[in-house]
């Protein structure tokens, strides 16, 4: 299936871990994302990459570092997590000349305990 | 789990009626408007987009209109399905920075069968 996808789905950590979070697409894009999506559905971005440059980082604690190892992939790592890192984390991708069309992944439920 | 999603603004219409989905915008720097859905359990899907220079644009069942003068845009489904049952989202994409899609706070349509 061509998609975007995301492990894991759930996530449960106590507070002061490190955790990864991986994205991978095989659309072909040339930009990634990472979206926060908090308890009242409110979503934000985070980071933005296009062929794998760091493009955006919107003011994200420098505890969270997202690596690009090929356009296909972004991966999101945490260190020290905090009770407010507890979200839906979201995976996108878009072509570089629609990126106003992104496809998102299925998400991963961080619970920070 | 979804109960969170209860403080989003709710419409519940009836099936086969049609459904009017409204969002107010801030920036009139933005280029794109655009639309997604986002079902329980599940990353936002894009829907329709429509460029600043429109007022109007039409896709399956659905109808997106831009009033630039009142920086409002909304969403009309017709013939509501139960399928269409989930939160949707407007969002914004500025040329300026067109790596970044600013969203507005989701409003919930729960469709009576």
């Known amino acids: 299936d061509t998609a975007v996808s995301q492990t894991p789905k759930y996530l449960v950590t106590q507070m002061g871990n490190d955790k990864s979070i991986k994205c991978e697409q095989n659309?072909?894009?040339?930009?990634m994302y990472w979206y926060k999506q908090d308890s009242k559905k409110f979503l934000k971005i985070m980071f933005s990459?296009?062929?794998?440059?760091?493009?955006i980082n919107e003011t994200v604690p420098n505890r969270f570092s997202p690596k690009s190892p090929d356009k296909a992939h972004l991966n999101l790592h945490i260190n020290s997590l905090e009770l407010g890192d507890s979200a839906v984390y979201f995976c996108?991708?878009?072509?570089?000349?629609?990126?106003?069309?992104?496809?998102f992944g299925p998400g991963t439920r961080l619970t920070v305990t | 789990g979804e109960s969170v999603g209860l403080h989003l603004p709710t419409l519940s219409v009836q099936e086969g009626d049609n459904s009017i989905i409204n969002c107010a915008y801030s920036?009139?720097?933005?280029?794109?408007f655009i639309w997604y859905k986002q079902e329980s359990g599940k990353g936002p899907q894009f829907i329709i987009d429509?460029?600043?220079?429109?007022d109007k644009r039409q896709g399956q069942r659905v109808t997106v209109l831009l009033n630039k003068t009142v920086k409002h845009l909304s969403l009309q489904i017709a013939a509501t399905q139960p399928g269409d049952s989930a939160v949707y989202f407007c969002?914004?994409?500025?040329?300026?920075?067109?790596?970044?899609?600013?969203f507005g706070s989701g409003t919930r349509l729960l469709v009576r069968p």
């Open positions: 996108a991708s878009s072509q570089k000349y629609k990126l106003h069309e992104q496809y």
């Open positions: 659309l072909g894009h040339d930009t």
């Open positions: 990459y296009n062929n794998k440059e760091l493009i």
């Open positions: 920036n009139s720097a933005s280029d794109y």
């Open positions: 429509i460029r600043s220079n429109m």
């Open positions: 969002a914004e994409n500025m040329a300026q920075s067109s790596y970044k899609l600013i």
